[in-house]
């Protein structure tokens, strides 16, 4: 073991976390050889694609580490038809026909991550809204409006605040601070609080195509697909423990139905997640 411990394989280096000084260990899983021999490898299977710096952890005051990002087959056949495949998806990338058709804009001095529909856009935006709106309201679901920032003490009570840290977006006031809404629950949970609800009343469904907003870095954003400010179609619903199996079904109904019609369930997986034993993790 201690021979192990001196070995190259295992090896020790600091890291900031805030401002503290941790010292940790990188244990190499993969050091290889994998082959006896690169005379083996096939020079034409394999090419590289591109390299990309990264912060350990994510912090910047910690090392600089490069990934290097590569493609590799048995032959150059499967290599050839994968770079194709990858040219072919490239022309059909939302951001290009998002530009060539007008969709949306993405502005400079808006800033990036924070996209503007075109008239054209707008239509398609407009579409899938109301198909969702059809989709909920025929299962009891009323709609609902919510502002787009709220006072501080909502998201420090909720958790939210403490879970979500410098990705908030915070608003100064004359008078108060208010953080734009990373999340609706806090907001549907205000308008449930303010009815007298029996349990006879249950299930109570909201739904809202609301806008929440998370300070991504600028590095991670892209097109749509990872942005600044990111509209759902959100739902939340109060609910008896009797009543709990039924509305499940009827929240999966509904995802199901969506996508059906889009053509987006021909592969798809499930996935459960359940609690473990780090509460940190979770809100509620």
Known sequence: MQEYLESEEYQSFNVMDGDQTKNLKFIDMCTGPHVDSTSDLDANSFKLARVAGAYWLGNSENQQLTRIYAYAFNDKDELA??????????KRDHRVIGAKLKLFTVSELIGPGLPLM?????????ELEDYLWDLHKVRGYDRVWTPHIAKEKLYEISGHASKFGDELFRVQGKED??????????????????????????????????????????GQLSGLTRVRAITQD????????????????????????????????????????????????YLG
């Open 118 to 126: 075109q008239p054209a856009g707008m239509v398609i935006r407009k």
């Open 81 to 90: 038809a994968h770079t194709h495949m990858l040219a072919e998806a490239k």
């Open 234 to 281: 959100d739902g939340h619903l109060f609910c008896r423990v009797d009543q709990i199996k039924e509305e499940v079904k009827v929240i999966t109904d509904i995802i199901k139905e969506f996508y059906d019609t889009i053509g987006m369930t021909e592969d798809y997986w499930v996935s459960l997640s359940v609690r473990d034993e780090d509460k940190s993790k």
């Open 177 to 218: 601070s208010f953080i734009m809404k990373p999340m609706n629950c806090p907001h549907h949970m205000q308008i449930f609080a303010d009815n007298q609800f029996s349990y006879r009343d249950m299930p109570v469904r909201y739904f809202e195509p609301a806008t929440i907003y998370r300070d991504e870095k600028s």
